[in-house]
């Protein structure tokens, strides 16, 4: 489902030169005391604070039917989260990815404010906007990769050609060494752990 009046975007609110280790914390600590307006996503991408508004409708159902399947197919001591921020390096980058999937014994304690670190996730998932796609099939594939998180399916509704889903496995030196894409339409199997085949004639 494509719908180009969807609401995602995102807006730079801070920005920074290269980051030392130092500043690379007060940039951590600025996104950690913002006050965001609900629905608002706020993330650190290429040095920057990025803030994202509530998604569309269209966004939103492609995001309940992956978490459907994906809930068919995890045991019950996997959790999947929609808010969970994800720290992707050791310079301060942090995303939100639209879906999350990792081990409960892997998820920090409740007092944690901290983000979960991205390698122990097993899975996540990010669904283009139409007025920031190549974040996420630019930065955060890049962000990812050196993460070693190790599978991040795109669902690329707003694909130059067509809509397409992508799935990245197989993470090493800071690059996925395994990419499947198929267009909207057509089932992409999700590996092991997960051993899923996944419908996407809904997206």
């Known amino acids: 489902m494509r719908d180009d009046h969807d609401t995602g975007g995102e807006r730079a609110v801070a920005a920074a030169p290269v980051l030392s280790p130092a500043s690379s914390g007060e940039l951590f600590e600025t996104w950690r005391n913002l ?4 629905g608002w996503r706020t ?3 290429g040095e ?6 509530p998604p569309g409708h269209a ?3 492609v995001a309940s039917r992956l978490t459907k399947a994906f809930v068919r197919s995890v045991p019950d001591d996997w959790e999947i989260f929609q808010t969970a921020g994800m720290s992707v390096s050791s310079h301060g980058g942090l ?5 999350l ?3 409960r014994d892997r998820v920090p304690a409740d ?5 979960v670190p991205a390698a122990l996730a097993l899975l996540v998932v990010e669904i283009t906007s139409p007025s920031n796609p190549d974040t996420d099939r630019i930065s955060k594939l890049a962000g990812y990769a050196r993460a070693e998180v190790p599978l991040y399916l795109l669902v690329d ?15 090493s030196d800071g690059h996925y060494r395994r990419l499947v894409r198929v267009p909207f339409g057509e089932s992409l199997t999700v590996p092991e752990p997960f051993g899923l085949e996944l419908d996407t004639s809904d997206f």
């Open 95 to 99: 995303f939100v990815p639209d879906l």
């Open 43 to 45: 993330e650190i991408i």
């Open 101 to 103: 999937v990792i081990p």
């Open 48 to 53: 920057r604070i990025v803030m994202s508004p």
């Open 157 to 171: 509704r707003h694909a130059p050609e067509e809509p397409t889903v992508s799935l990245y496995s197989e993470p």
């Open 35 to 38: 006050d965001v307006p609900e």
């Open 111 to 115: 007092t944690s404010p901290d983000p």
């Open 59 to 61: 966004h939103n159902l």
